[in-house]
């Protein structure tokens, strides 16, 4: 028995098959799915998903990189939302700062380089893109803290996305502490990071990037970490593990990430289902 713990259910990717798909997650003992809301309408769609399906649950909340097609007022959909007893955490949500203003700058400027009139505003747009970067930040900071007020509220755990932002990311989460935990789902740091995470009372969760050839350090990782303190998942339409890595991923290959880390830690599927499972029924409500 185990729990997908991060699937984006709601994406058209998944519209052709979702029955077949559904069926290949049980047949795996993939027992409960878990699909992730990125916007208010697809966590929208999430919490229809979870109401039409009884072994699927939803996380609702607005994605850091969806922060300026977000409208004004998340909160008020998002608050009605999570009092839908298949509602089982806020998110995801959190920061990502992969694709800022300047870097998309900076990369637009490669292919542009050879123009003079490029090089000549330079500056002066390398200027503008900071402080758009500034901005940015603080509006994805804002989304974020709202959205971990609105999981103390209404008494609900955060699935946290967080990319090329660690710091500022602890940074904000910190006076959440012991009012909230979170899971730093996708987990790709290293074992100090997790610690420092797990030192905080939350969790990390892992993709197929364990299976990945070039997954060393991140299996590594989840070789190490206490037993009791991750989770697994696929986030799925992405990241299908080894062998269907580069085509659609789906639920049922939640088992293959289990499969990887039992092997990494030398215990059996048994023992990681066990202990993932009793770990995310901690963690998310499932029976409200
Ligand atoms: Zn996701």
Redesign the pocket.
């Known amino acids: 028995m185990l729990i997908e713990t ?3 259910l709601d994406y058209p990717d998944f519209a052709p098959d979702f029955d077949d798909l559904l069926r290949r997650a049980t047949d795996a003992g993939v027992t409960r799915i878990i699909t ?1 809301g ?1 916007s208010v309408e697809s966590s929208r769609r999430a919490v229809e998903l979870a109401e039409k399906h009884p072994n699927v649950f939803a996380v609702i909340g607005v ?1 850091p990189t969806y922060v300026e097609e977000s409208g004004e007022d998340v909160i008020t959909p998002l608050r009605e939302l999570a009092g839908n007893p298949r509602v089982v955490a806020i998110g ?1 949500t959190g920061l990502d700062y992969h694709s800022l203003p300047s870097l998309e700058l900076a990369k637009e400027r490669k292919t542009t380089q050879v123009f003079v009139k490029a090089l000549q505003t330079s500056t002066e747009d390398q200027l503008e893109a900071e402080i758009h970067d500034g901005a940015y930040k603080s509006k994805q900071a804002s989304l974020f803290e709202q959205q971990l007020d609105l999981a103390v509220e209404v008494g609900l755990n955060v ?1 946290i ?1 967080q990319r090329d932002a660690w710091e500022d990311t602890l940074e904000i989460m910190r006076p959440y502490t012991g009012k909230v935990r979170g899971v730093f ?2 987990f790709g740091g290293s074992l100090e990071q997790a610690q420092e995470v797990i030192d905080l009372d939350h969790l990390v969760s892992f993709t197929g990037i364990v299976t990945f050839k070039n997954g060393v350090s991140v299996r590594e990782v989840a070789a190490k970490v206490p037993l009791w303190k991750f989770m697994v998942e696929t ?1 799925c339409p ?1 990241l299908a593990p080894v062998p269907f890595r580069g085509r659609r991923c789906e639920p049922a290959h939640t088992r293959l990430v289990a499969e990887s880390i039992a092997s990494a830690r030398g215990i059996s599927l048994d023992e990681i289902a066990e202990a993932t499972t009793e770990t995310a029924e901690k963690f998310f409500r499932f029976n409200r």
Do not use: G, K, M
Request: glycine letters at 0%.
């Open positions: 991060h699937a984006h992730i990125t994605h995801e699935v996305h789902h996708c986030d992405y």
